[in-house]
């Protein structure tokens, strides 16, 4: 740790409002703009430059890079979105290495409880007059929704999670 951890402000607090943000822009838009990924990641850089010792900062980079080449090639395959593959990347830079395996089966499970949110929200909407193209295009899924609710329950519970399941 570093001198600035003491003062730094909670990540959490800057996180929490960019996937509230990524999960609204995703269901409303099915993208996720360029600036709220750069936001994700200038929280990232900063808080890591503050708060990590260099050890942790290059292995962040080495899994983001792996979340990166491996999203990359989801894209080409047209099996994710290029917004959801920089999300992906960027949020990691957020995960401690430690905790890395915990946020896979937490994102695993907000994939799951957001087919079934999705599902559920498109059997209640009206398709044909909705805004929301999310509703409208049911042949796609926004992975923002469940990207996002991964990663606010980990900026609840990572800790905790990581604490009971790692230990």
Known sequence: MTAFADIA???GWLVAPLMLAVILCDLRLMRIPNGLVGLVLVVAIVSLA???PLTEILWRF?????????????????????????LMAALTLLIPTAALP???????ACIVLGVILLVALRAMSDAQSTRWLSLRDRR??????SIGM??????ALG????STLVA
């Open 159 to 162: 800790e905790r999670l990581t």
């Open 150 to 155: 991964a990663g606010l329950t980990f900026v």
């Open 62 to 86: 080495c899994a983001a890079l792996v979340v990166f080449a491996a999203g990359l090639a989801l894209f080409a395959a047209r099996l994710m979105g290029g917004g959801d593959v920089k």
């Open 140 to 145: 796609r899924f926004p992975l923002g929704l």
């Open 9 to 11: 402000v909670p990540v």
């Open 50 to 52: 503050m708060t990590e």
């Open 102 to 108: 915990v946020f896979g089966l937490l994102f695993s």
